[in-house]
């Protein structure tokens, strides 16, 4: 057990929803990560929260957005969903700003139909 | 930019043998991290090893352990003694300590198969 916290593990839903999907890091990390594992793409970096702010920013779609709350949790919302954003989505963290140690959490599988 | 190259879309081994996975990357930065990480049926991406490349010496975790060659640009992962544990895919990653995009860059992955 890593000590990052995804929920839900699955989902399902339809084209043109919205869902958000939940991280709780590993206690005293202050780093969240979000990583998207498709087929076709791999394992994309989507973004970083360092301590509530956003840090870094990588291949992430208009149509997804994050923030990190003061309990350092973190959401990531995915609205007007696609076939193609079907994946499984993974929360990562670490103890400062730099990914220098990841922890990661076990995923949700997204499902779009 | 960065690339991480695994050229070994599966592998196998027996149970006891030894195997070693290829893992090469491409940088011009000094400073960086590599890893390697699993991710058994479960779904989960654990951590198996890490190696900072100022450091000479190779990371070595228990039965895991790199081959580390920082002018070849290559990263391998060696399993002793394998067990059927072991069985998942295995990714290759990157991470350039000095840069802005903060990002772990990761490899497409090798299957890993222990057959008994």
């Known amino acids: ?113 | 930019a960065q690339t991480v190259t695994q050229s070994q879309p599966e592998m196998s081994v027996q149970e006891a043998e030894t195997v070693t996975l290829s893992c090469t990357y491409d940088t011009s930065e000094s400073d960086y991290y590599l890893f390697w990480y699993k991710q058994p049926p479960s779904r989960q991406m654990i951590l198996v090893i890490r190696q900072e490349a100022y450091k000479q010496q190779n990371a070595t975790e228990n039965r895991f352990s790199v081959n580390f060659q920082k002018a070849a640009k290559s990263f391998s992962l060696k399993i002793s003694d394998s067990q059927l544990g072991d069985a998942a895919m295995y990714f290759c990653a990157f991470y350039d300590y000095g840069g802005a995009t903060n990002k772990l860059i990761f490899g497409t992955g090798t299957l890993l198969a222990v057959q008994p």
Request: net charge negative; glycine share 10%; charged share 20%.
């Open chain 1, 1 to 113: 057990d890593s000590g990052v916290t995804q929920t839900p593990k699955h989902l399902i839903t339809a084209t043109g929803q919205r869902v958000t999907l939940r991280c709780s890091p590993r206690s005293g990390d202050l780093s969240v990560y979000w990583y998207q594992q498709s087929l076709d793409q791999g394992l994309q970096f989507l973004i970083q929260y360092y301590n509530g702010e956003e840090r870094a920013k990588g291949n992430i779609l208009e149509r997804f957005s994050a923030q990190q709350f003061p309990d350092l949790h973190s959401e990531l919302n995915l609205s007007s969903l696609e076939l193609g954003d079907s994946a499984l989505y993974f929360c990562a963290s670490s103890p400062g700003g730099r990914a220098t140690e990841a922890f990661f959490g076990q995923g949700t599988r997204l499902t779009v139909v």
